[in-house]
Structures are given as C-alpha cells and as structure tokens.
C-alpha cells in the first residue's frame, strides 16, 4: 500500500461530512474580513472613521448567514509587537500603530459579527484533523488569524478552501483599501468568483475605494449591495456570473 492512502481516506470522509453535515454551505461562503473593536468602533486603537455605518448591514449579513446555513469565514487581525506591521513612527501604509494586539478587548469582533460557536485557526498550519473538528464539533463558522494585510497568510485557509471550496465568495468587511483588497485579489489569482458587499465594506481612503472597485468589476467581480444579497437564495449567487 502507498503511504498516502489514509490521508485519501481522510479527505473521501471529510468530502462526505462536508456534502451532509454542511449541504447549504458549499453553494457560497461569506468572508468578514478584520470587523473588529480596534478597527470600527471610535475608541478602537486603529479606528477608520466612519466605518461604523456599515454596522447595520454587517448585522443583517450575519443573520442571513445564520438563517440559510452559509459558510461564515472570519478573518482576525492579531498582533504582538514584533510584528513588522507594527511601529512606534507608522507610515501609515506599510506600518501602523499597535492594534488588535493579542488578547486585548481591540482584537475582539463587533457585536454584529459575532458567531456563538467559532473554530479559532492561529497562524500555525493546523493538521487536516483540526479542519475536520469544524463540522465534527458542530462550529458555526471558521476564523483565520493573521499579523499580516494578507488573509491567505494563513495557510491553514487555502487548506480549508481545498477540502470542498465554495462556488462563490461573498466579501465584506474592513478595510477596502488593506486586508479587504487582499482578500479579493487573493480569491481572485485562485480562480474564484468574488462579490463584494459595496456597502458593507469601508475604506481608509475612499477614492481608493472607488478605483478599486472599478478595477475588481473590470476583472470579473460582482458589487452588491446588502439588500441584492438578501433577496437572493445561497443556490442563486452562482447565476450572477453566468
Ligand atoms: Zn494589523
């Protein structure tokens, strides 16, 4: 027998608990990217003034989410001190000043993001069992820890994403110009089909935001709004892009 036949096993059975345990999640997977206290709210120690009106919407994604069983991914920015994006003199553009520092109330998510039941990935690739754990345990959703802009950073999300990957992504989340735009481009250089919740993401800079968003549609995004997203059923989000 060649060596490799259990880890086939493995992933056989784990298709298998995906198709039944998780029969709406496959269709789309929604992406939070970074909706934490130190980024949203006014007293976060990063805050991206006036990102709290994306809150409401936020909120009614969640519960969408929650009521049609979506795959809810999560990222969460975490950091120590060491961290190369972390500076006492920040450019602002490569480095910041400290945030969402590890086990601080400014790491945690906003109340409108919050999922009861999270599986929490650090950065450290986990073993395949530990993915598993997430439908075995019966987790509500899946969070990908990062120190860096990059979501895909953390390598146990491609590891997730190749188990049985969603046919498309909803992105919301913060910010448009930073993690957000990383998450995009990175679904997008994997062939993935992206929409992105143009009113439930904010941006740093909002001109940025602008271009960017001409640019994602140029390349094959689809921009909805929160309300386009709710009168949809998971199994139509496919159809966008046909
Ligand atoms: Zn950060």
Known sequence: MHNNTGLGEKEA???LLIMGALPKA???????VDTQKDFIMPYGCLSIP????IIDNLAKLNSYASNHCVLWIATMDSH???????????????TFPPHCMNGTAGEERIAATLRSTPLILDVQTEPLEKLWSFLEDCYDSVVFKKN???IFSNK???QFLSLSPPHVFVVFGVATDFCVKYAVEGLLHRNFKVIVVKDAVFAID??????LFDQWQNEGVKLLETKEIMDLNPDEFEQLFS
Do not use: H, Y
């Open 13 to 15: 059975k784990l298709e």
């Open 26 to 32: 496959v269709p789309v997977a929604f992406i939070d």
């Open 50 to 53: 006036g990102s709290e009106c």
């Open 80 to 94: 120590v001190l060491e961290d190369e994006e972390i500076s006492s003199e920040p450019d602002f553009k490569d």
């Open 148 to 150: 860096n802009f990059d």
């Open 156 to 158: 146990n999300l491609d």
């Open 206 to 211: 909002q001109e940025a935001e602008k271009q």
